[in-house]
């Protein structure tokens, strides 16, 4: 199956995948795979490998679709999300994440700690991707709960916001640099730096905002009971005896982001030789997070945790399986959607939409995303498309080229949902179940891509 039949069976399938899990209480898991193998039949994917007259593979069977949809997954996010999730347990466990959400406290006061952890994420997810910094600063999150007893939807709406606006607008993360050198201001990445951290300002607001709503309407599995008698922030704080100091609970936090920025830092500026290498292999989120577990591991030391540390990874390794796997099923359907011809007849019929300016490539992204899940896939895909229209389109001062890559960034936020890894990492960390997720982080991006475009359009009519 090709061209428009197609793009109606994925709507179909997306909508039979939504049901299955919230409706008929299916297992993600199995819901995505299932999915996945009936669009990928439907969609004409060879059911074993096609090879040419030499033998070389020039198109994969399903089967092997599937494969490398699941492992290709747990490839690019697997260790990440486990080593991130451990170093969250430690700091829990040595009452880190409690020092930290009291430095939070300190910095913007106890009566906004949405707008505490939602431009803790907007900064950390700069040089970090998106799932990584969530991971990251979920202990946080945790402890600025029960340290404010605000809402923990609240806190979680506000955290991913935070993270997914810098993640498609600011360099040095991939997407932006991406789309940056394809519609040819690539030497020019302070200007979309800026150009981003202006056109945060609508959703970040938009952001802040549902979350305080959202809220109100939904309660997280950790969301406190109103009539449950529970220990204050004190008492806790009292449980773990004498808290980290300031720089002991940072460290590892602030290590891998530093580290992973030196690494886009090395990437961006150009660098070669044995520094670059040293440096893009210290700014491997692998690595980077490898390094902030270490130092976890010393903060369980000095805390004398020490024999701790076997229960708190196997607590870890089994709090962090169902994401994986149910990670790996998105990934699987992005693989089918990218394996079938849906991205060419996209493409293909492009000039169809040339005629709306910059909402072009708002749209592009946002269907490219939908349909595919990665956000750094729709962006990167979406300036390819673009670069020969720029002239078309009107983009042609470098102004106006960074506001199209704010707009191509705008449209992939726009939205997430089950093929995301992103929206599995929200709703499992923040203990929400599907259905919820559709609520809050699907809707949640919704408002902050239609935010972002609204602030981007007003831009194009100054610039």
Same mark, same amino acid.
């Given at each position: 199956m090709t061209g428009f039949p197609l #793009?109606?069976?994925?709507?179909?399938?997306?909508?039979?995948? #939504?049901?299955? #899990?919230?409706?008929?209480?299916?297992?993600?898991?199995?819901?995505i795979m299932g999915v996945s193998l009936i669009l990928g039949l439907v969609a004409g994917i060879p059911l074993v490998d096609v090879k040419d007259a030499n033998g070389a593979v020039t198109s994969q069977g399903l089967a092997n679709v599937i494969g490398a949809g699941f492992s290709g997954t747990f490839t690019s996010i697997?260790?990440?999300?486990?080593?991130?999730?451990?170093? !969250?347990?430690?700091?829990?466990?040595?009452?880190?994440?409690?020092?930290?959400?009291?430095?939070?406290?300190?910095?913007? @006061?106890?009566?906004?700690?949405?707008? %505490?952890?939602?431009l803790m994420g907007w900064v950390v997810s700069i040089p970090v991707f998106c799932d990584s910094g969530f991971v990251i600063l979920n202990p946080i999150r945790k402890a600025l709960v029960k340290r404010t007893m605000t809402s923990s939807v609240a806190m979680t709406v506000a955290l991913s916001a935070g993270l997914y606006i810098s993640h498609v607008?600011?360099?040095?993360?991939?997407?932006?640099?991406?789309? %940056?050198?394809?519609?040819?201001?690539?030497n020019n990445l302070l200007l979309v730096m800026g150009m981003g951290a202006l056109c945060s300002i609508a959703p970040l607001i938009a952001g802040y905002f549902f979350a305080k709503y959202i809220g109100k309407k939904v309660?997280?599995?950790?969301?406190?009971?109103?009539?449950?008698?529970?220990?204050?922030?004190?008492?806790?704080? %009292?449980?773990?005896?004498?808290?980290?100091g300031g720089l002991n609970a940072l460290a590892p936090i602030i290590v891998p982001i530093l580290l992973m920025a030196l690494g886009s830092i090395s990437s961006? +500026?150009?660098?070669?030789? $044995?520094?670059?290498?040293?440096? @893009?292999?210290?700014?491997?989120?692998?690595?980077?997070? %490898?390094?902030?577990t270490i130092f976890g591991v010393i903060q369980l030391s000095v805390a004398g945790r020490m024999d701790k540390f076997y229960e708190i990874t196997n607590e870890t390794l089994k709090t962090v399986g169902p994401i994986l796997f149910v990670t790996a099923a998105g990934g699987v359907l992005g693989k089918v959607i990218s394996s079938s011809d849906m991205v060419n007849y996209i493409t293909a019929n492009a000039a169809a939409l040339e005629t709306i300016g910059?909402?072009?490539?708002f749209i592009l992204a946002a269907i490219l995303k939908s349909a595919q899940g990665s956000s750094t896939v729709a962006i990167t895909t979406t300036a390819g498309i673009l670069a020969p229209l720029m002239g078309v389109l009107g983009f042609t001062t470098p102004v106006s080229a960074a506001l199209a890559v704010m707009a191509i960034g705008a449209g992939a936020m726009t939205v997430s949902h089950a093929n995301d890894?992103?929206?599995?990492?929200?709703?499992?960390? @923040?203990?929400?179940?599907?259905?919820? !997720?559709?609520? &809050?982080?699907?809707?949640? &991006?919704?408002?902050? @891509?239609? +935010? +972002? $475009?609204?602030?981007?359009?007003?831009l194009s009519l100054v610039f």
């Open positions: #793009i109606i069976a994925f709507i179909i399938a997306v909508i039979l995948m #939504i049901v299955a #899990i919230s409706k008929f209480k299916i297992h993600p898991f199995l819901s697997g260790i990440v999300i486990i080593l991130g999730a451990l170093i !969250g347990s430690i700091l829990e466990a040595t009452g880190a994440a409690f020092k930290l959400a009291d430095l939070v406290i300190k910095l913007v @006061g106890k009566k906004r700690p949405e707008l %505490a952890i939602l607008f600011i360099p040095p993360t991939p997407g932006p640099i991406a789309a %940056a050198n394809t519609l040819g201001i690539g309660k997280a599995g950790d969301d406190i009971d109103n009539g449950e008698v529970v220990k204050t922030y004190e008492q806790l704080v %009292a449980e773990y005896g004498k808290l980290p961006m +500026a150009g660098w070669s030789g $044995m520094t670059a290498a040293v440096c @893009g292999f210290l700014g491997t989120p692998i690595i980077a997070l %490898a390094a902030g910059v909402f072009f490539p890894s992103y929206f599995w990492v929200v709703t499992n960390f @923040g203990e929400m179940t599907p259905d919820q !997720g559709y609520k &809050t982080q699907t809707m949640g &991006t919704l408002i902050l @891509g239609i +935010a +972002a $475009m609204a602030e981007i359009f007003v």
